[in-house]
């Protein structure tokens, strides 16, 4: 296999310099000229650019500036290393050549060993910046790759604790998926409204779908008799009942705690510890009222409420989409946001047909 040998474009008007340039160089790149600016940009547009550029700055027509000026105004080539060889030895010329992009400044007569040198050290330069940006990339994309992957891991975990809550009451079924997309709904519905525009932006929309999975964490603390049972549950029942957020709570937090603070443990804390909440302040179990009550924890509330209306549990029926729907709405404002409220009853169309995709 040959070895790539850079490519040097020599752009002079003098046969002189043209000639000691092009003998000075061949042994050990492929050099072309070009006698003039016009010729100088084609040849750097063309199909094979230089890998570095000898330029003069006094030619006929365009000079040496402005075809730098050009090449560096153009994404293709203006990481082409320039060169200028030029008799402008004055200090202004050598700044003028390097704002306009030049990596370096050699005037003439030139010191054949010089130009070697600066040609060679700004070919390595070159070669090991896109060395660089080669690596870069690569590494950028293993990085998003574990992202990903840490990504996916987190879902899966996410929905095995969610699933080990749900498998505790085998007639609720797809209710964590229902609910997660429920949430969703409602925060792309309200993410525009002025009571919640500074909070729901899409990370946090994105995490409140996933964390939303969790909010019956807490119902593996449950006893079974308790759970499963199929009439009213006598007071101390129901207290017992009523410890299940705090369960959940306390048990996201100490894996917070042990894996350290996670935006989506954030969210899923208040959701667990506050979906049980009402606006009047009747819910449990901190009885918090209005906006005392957690963003996260308001939104799962109607999700929630609404999926366990529609659905058959071994203490109810299901109650129909419509039946549903009015129920929720007679409780705006006691047990639910009314803007929240407001939110469901626009998209409650599609509510239902969450419900439908993920039918038990």
Known sequence: MDTYMPRILVVDDEKFYID??????????RVSVAKNGDSALKRAFSETPPDLILLDVLMPGIDGYEVC??????????????????????????????????????????????VLTRVKNHLMLTQARKILEDQ?????????????EIRRTQD?????????????????????????????????????????????????????????????IGKVGVADKILLKPGPLSEEEWLEMKQHPLIGYDALLKAEEDL?????????????????????????????????????????????????LISKRVYKKAFSHETSVKMILDEKGTHFDPVIVEAFEAFSIQFKSIADAFKD
């Open 69 to 114: 000026r050009q090449l560096k105004a153009d994404e293709r080539t203006a990481d082409i290393p320039i060169i200028f060889l030029t008799v402008k030895s004055e200090v202004d010329d050598e700044v003028k050549g390097f704002e306009i992009g030049a990596v370096d400044y050699i005037v003439k007569p030139m010191s054949p060993p010089i």
């Open 260 to 308: 350290g603070s996670s935006s989506f443990l954030v969210l899923a804390k208040e959701i667990s510890l506050t979906h049980h909440e009402k606006w009047d302040g009747s819910g449990y179990p901190n009885h918090l009222s209005g906006e005392e009550i957690p963003i996260p924890g308001r939104l799962m509330a109607l999700a929630d409420v609404y999926d366990a």
């Open 136 to 148: 870069q990339k690569v590494l950028q994309q293993e990085v998003a790759e574990r992202t990903r």
């Open 20 to 29: 000691v340039l092009v003998n000075l160089l061949q042994a050990d790149y």
């Open 156 to 216: 899966v975990a996410i929905l095995c604790m969610a699933s080990l809550a749900e498998t505790r009451d085998n007639e609720t079924g797809n209710h964590i998926r229902r609910t997660q997309h429920y949430m969703r709904l409602l925060c792309d519905a309200l993410k525009q409204h002025p009571k919640f525009e500074n909070y729901l932006d899409n990370e946090t929309i994105e995490l409140l779908f996933k964390s939303a999975p969790l909010h019956d």
